[in-house]
């Protein structure tokens, strides 16, 4: 007992300045970004400390301040290309990790065969994935275009994902309460809508959370794929090759916090639906 006592006395500081260091690290640079982009301008690039703090580079972002040197961010388009391409690549890979998560329930030939098929998509590098779809496509005369060849690549990359987040959820399903409703005469199809689809609901918003958030900031495959069309990676990206301004920490530091959003409706819906599933156990036991 008195070795387990110091261990526990040396290992929870060493836990403690690890897990110091490592959120220092992940949001280290959020706050260097947010504190540069309170610069004044219009003149000047990043400079540290602050002379003087201004909101003029967020004003910049969305037109209210007069014409200056420093020209506004080409980046709206890519964004809305950005946020249909995860909107898009979200609702396929979900659908299909749900349904390959359902399959896998049951052994069935060539199971093996098919569940490393499916996560060799998160496996393979970026780079190599989106330089072969660009030659595979101008050798076969296909135009790309994020919505075609990037659109393809985004869902191979982000359907092991949602698969391995549903597959975790259908180990733990109890599937007595199926083979209840289908003792009582009801359909498959409404079995899994009505029952199933409720109780799996947390394990859905994980995939949907996973494939939208790794399709919105996915650069090296869309960088290869995308054609001429411009993701919002790829815009930031070219505004670094010219010279960098606040206003790209300021578009940064607005880009976080929608990711914060994200994860707050993430929390608020995962909130009900566990509600929702305990209610639903409690009228079971109750049965």
Known sequence: MRVLAMQSTVIKPVLAIYTGLFLLFLYGPFAVLTILSFQAGPEGGPQFPIIEWSTYW?????G?????????????????????????????????????AQAFRSRFKGSGLVFYLIVLGMMVPGVLVGLGMALVANFL????????????????????????????????????VEEAAWSLGVS?????????????FPGVLSAMLFAFT?????????????????????????????????????FGVLTTLFSFALLAVYAVLM?????????????????
Request: charged letters at 15%; proline letters at 6%.
């Open 214 to 250: 790794l399709s919105y900031d996915e650069f090296s495959r869309t960088l290869f794929a995308s054609g001429r069309d411009l993701t919002l990676p790829l815009a930031i990206y070219g505004t670094f090759s010219i010279e960098i301004h606040p206003n790209v920490f300021a």
């Open 188 to 200: 498959p199809a409404r079995t899994f809508r009505k029952v199933t689809f409720p109780l799996i």
């Open 58 to 62: 967020y004003r910049h972002l969305v």
């Open 141 to 176: 005369g296909i135009d790309r275009h994020w919505w075609s060849t990037a659109f393809v690549l985004h869902v191979v990359y982000t359907l092991p994902f949602a698969f391995l987040v549903m597959l975790a959820i259908f180990n733990r399903f109890d599937a007595s």
């Open 271 to 287: 909130g009900l639906s566990v509600r929702r599933a305990r209610r639903f156990a409690i009228q079971e036991d109750v049965a």
């Open 64 to 100: 209210l301040t007069p014409p200056s040197r420093v020209a506004p961010l080409p980046i709206y388009e890519g964004l809305l290309r950005s946020l249909t391409l995860a909107f898009m690549t979200m609702v396929v890979s979900t659908v299909l990790g749900v349904a390959s």
